[in-house]
């Protein structure tokens, strides 16, 4: 029996039960499998698509950091200190993306036309340098598989579109992990006291 395509979207946030059936963590969706072998496979397969997802949004953020970590350490120390400083210069700047993000929509909120100067530099660095980073090699992939060209323009735009959607630049909301951050950078430019959602 085939899987169902839309069935590895979901097994990426599933969590594998007895007997090969997948339960969605808000309990709503369950799928059953004929055997428990190709369950784990898709549940696997399923965290492998959402990992690597989620390494291609944060990739500008990563390369940022690791860059940074260069310049305060050698690139030929290979050390746990460096992945530790990659780490925190990473977190650091996706601290600061969230910054002007508040920023960015207190000065809206305000009227201010310098808002969007910093709306386009948050979208730039995250909406469009990661499709960038990622069409040369998927380029190369689908030349390999002798597939259509504009076959990379659509996912590079694809890929660019979820990654908005992923930061929400135009709601004022932030992550748990970076409120603290947006919430600064809001109050700072002057904006009214709000209520952050999570992501």
């Known amino acids: 029996m085939a899987c169902d395509p839309g069935a590895i979207f979901v097994a990426g946030v599933a969590v594998l039960k007895g007997d090969g059936e997948i339960i969605t963590q808000n309990g709503a969706t369950k799928l059953t499998f004929i055997n428990s072998d190709s369950g784990v496979w898709l549940v696997t397969l399923g965290m492998l ?5 989620s ?3 944060y990739l500008p953020v990563l390369c940022t950091g690791y860059y940074l970590s ?3 350490l050698s690139p030929l120390d290979h050390s746990l200190g460096h992945l530790v400083l990659v780490l925190l210069f990473s977190y650091l700047v996706y601290l600061g993306v969230f910054f002007l993000k508040g920023v ?3 000065l809206k909120a305000r009227g201010n036309i310098i808002w969007l100067f910093l709306f386009m530099v948050c979208v730039a660095f995250t909406c469009l340098l990661s499709p960038w980073l990622v069409a040369g090699p998927l380029s190369r992939a689908f030349l390999r598989w002798h597939l259509s060209s504009w076959l990379v323009w659509v996912l590079t735009f694809w890929f ?3 990654i908005y959607n992923r930061y929400k630049f135009h709601v004022p909301s932030a992550p748990v992990m970076a409120r ?3 919430q600064f950078g809001f109050n700072l430019a002057g904006g009214r006291s709000n ?3 999570e992501l």
């Not at 698509?49 to 997802?53: E, G, M, N, P, S």
């Open 55 to 57: 390494v291609v949004i």
């Open 195 to 197: 209520r952050s959602n």
């Open 160 to 162: 660019g579109y979820l």
């Open 180 to 182: 603290f951050a947006y």
């Open 70 to 72: 260069n310049l305060a």
């Open 49 to 53: 698509f959402r990992y690597v997802f």
């Open 104 to 106: 960015s929509l207190a």
